[in-house]
T-cell receptor, first 114, second 111 residues
């Protein structure tokens, strides 16, 4: 069974700083998808970014980018120029190719301080 | 696009009462998922549907929980009878393509 581990329960940075959230996963699959979701205090789960394992290029969405290291089974999220609105729980998730279930990590609580 | 719609947003009920949570998925999405989130257990997948048909209900905690999807635009999750340990945030998510899109959740409190 696949597992997803987020080793940082909490992180805190100053506004405008860059922060990296860690995620590792365990799988024997070669084709899969990885996701970062954000859950702000409003509790809505919002997709931040998606990475396909067969793509070598790291996904980027504005201030959000990933460092996908397939051999190391690592999928970290970098937030550049952090903003107060980035304060949230961040969940890393894994999905096998042609599967439907997402496997979530336990989350990292990120606080951006003014 | 209105996104996934859930109702009610908050529900407070007493132990033993029946609770019904509702979900309207994004139009055109063919998968629908029900999750439960608690501090202790994180996000748990309860059940999911494909084209209105339940595919995997292995996450449903017990017979008190049931879910239906009578058509492509509506699903319900019912708890009967409810217990205090059912208190949680319940999310509905729908998927078209690779990505699941979540609703705002229903915070259920069972007294």
């Amino acid at each position: 069974a696949q597992t997803v581990t987020q080793s940082q329960p909490e992180m805190s940075v100053q506004e405008a700083e860059t922060v990296t959230l860690s995620c590792t996963y365990d799988t024997s699959e070669s084709n899969y998808y990885l996701f970062w979701y954000k859950q702000p205090p409003s509790r809505q789960m919002i997709l931040v970014i998606r990475q396909e394992a067969y793509k070598q290029q790291n996904a980027t969405e504005n201030r959000f980018s990933v460092n996908f290291q397939k051999a190391a089974k690592s999928f970290s999220l970098k937030i550049s120029d952090s903003q107060l609105g980035d304060t949230a729980m961040y969940f890393c998730a894994f999905m096998k190719h042609e599967a439907q279930k997402l496997v979530f990590g336990q989350g990292t609580r990120l606080t951006i301080n003014p | 696009d209105a996104g996934v719609i859930q109702s009610p947003r908050h529900e407070v009920t007493e132990m033993g009462q029946e609770v019904t949570l509702r979900c309207k998925p994004i139009s055109g999405h063919d998968y629908l998922f029900w999750y439960r989130q608690t501090m202790m257990r994180g996000l748990e997948l309860l059940i999911y549907f494909n084209n209105n048909v339940p595919i995997d209900d292995s996450g449903m905690p017990e017979d008190r929980f049931s879910a239906k999807m009578p058509n492509a635009s509506f699903s319900t999750l019912k708890i009967q009878p409810s217990e205090p340990r059912d208190s949680a945030v319940y999310f509905c998510a729908s998927r078209g393509g690779l990505t699941q899109y979540f609703g705002p959740g229903t915070r259920l409190t069972v007294l």
